[in-house]
C-alpha cells in the first residue's frame, strides 16, 4: 500500500531561521512528487514536482529535492507570510490500485516576526 | 488563465439527502480529479475523469459519483449523505493524466447535520 508521511506535524520558526520539512514515502513506483502550500479555508496550491532521486526544484525561499526513500522541503530565511500547511503527496504507477494522489498529512508552519 | 472553479463553495445538508457539486477546470485541461478533505483523514483520493471517462477511484463507497461533460466541466454526486461526509471536496484539474501537476479549486465545504 503506498503510504506518505510527513514531519514534523506542526513547526513553529522565527523569521529567518530556516528549517526543512520531512516527507518519506513507499510506493511500488514513482511516477512523481508533488509538493503543494494550503492556507486556511483555501484549495491546495502547487509548488513543485520531482521526478527522480537528486533532482532539485527552488522557487523564492523553498527548496524541494528527492531520494529515493524521502523529499525535503527547504526553506531559507522564511518570513511571516511563509506560514501555511505543506503538503507532500506521490502519484504512483497504478498497479490496481487508485493512482490518484496519495497524499501526507503535512506539516503545520507557523513563521513568527 | 483563470484557475478551477467550484460551485457552491458552502453546503448544508440534512442526513439522508443528495448533493451535487461542480467543478470547471482550467481552460485547456482535460483531467479533473476530485479528493475529501477532513482534519482526520487528510487529503484522499475519490475518482478521476478523463474525456468523459472515469479512469480510476478511491476507496470509497459507491454513494460517491461523479461524471465529466464534453467541455471538461465535472460533477460530483453524493447519495443517503452521512454524518462522516462532512468534509472539504477539492477539485483538481490537470492537462493529463501521467502524473503532471495537478491544480486544485478552493474546494466546496460540506457540513450535514
Known amino acids: 500500500e503506498d503510504q506518505v508521511t510527513q514531519s514534523p506535524e506542526a513547526l513553529r520558526l522565527q523569521e529567518g531561521e530556516s528549517s526543512s520539512l520531512n516527507c518519506s514515502y513507499t510506493?511500488?513506483?514513482?511516477?512523481?512528487l508533488f509538493w503543494y502550500r494550503q492556507d486556511p479555508g483555501k484549495g491546495p496550491e502547487f509548488l513543485f514536482t520531482?521526478?527522480?532521486a537528486g533532482e532539485e526544484k527552488e522557487k523564492e525561499r523553498l527548496k524541494a529535492t528527492l531520494t529515493k526513500k524521502e523529499s525535503f522541503l527547504h526553506i531559507t530565511a522564511p518570513k511571516p507570510e511563509d506560514s501555511a500547511t505543506y503538503l507532500c503527496a506521490v502519484h504512483p504507477y497504478s498497479g490496481g490500485g487508485a493512482d490518484g494522489l496519495t497524499f501526507g498529512k503535512g506539516t503545520h508552519l507557523i513563521i513568527q516576526p | 488563465k483563470a484557475g478551477v472553479t467550484q460551485t457552491p463553495r458552502y453546503l448544508i445538508k440534512t442526513r439522508g439527502q443528495q448533493v451535487t457539486l461542480s467543478c470547471s477546470p482550467i481552460?485547456?485541461?482535460?483531467?479533473v480529479s476530485w479528493y475529501q478533505q477532513t482534519p482526520g483523514q487528510g487529503l484522499q483520493f475519490l475518482f478521476e475523469?478523463?474525456?468523459?471517462?472515469?479512469?480510476n477511484k478511491g476507496n470509497f463507497p459507491g454513494r460517491f459519483s461523479g461524471r465529466q461533460f464534453s467541455n471538461s466541466r465535472s460533477e460530483m454526486n453524493v447519495s443517503t449523505l452521512e454524518l462522516g461526509d462532512s468534509a472539504l471536496y477539492l477539485c483538481a484539474s490537470s492537462l493529463g493524466t501521467s502524473g503532471g501537476e495537478q491544480y486544485f479549486g478552493p474546494g466546496t465545504r460540506l457540513t450535514v447535520t
Open positions: 520531482l521526478y527522480s
Open positions: 510506493v511500488s513506483g514513482l511516477r512523481g
Open positions: 481552460s485547456g485541461h482535460r483531467s
Open positions: 475523469y478523463f474525456s468523459e471517462t472515469q479512469r
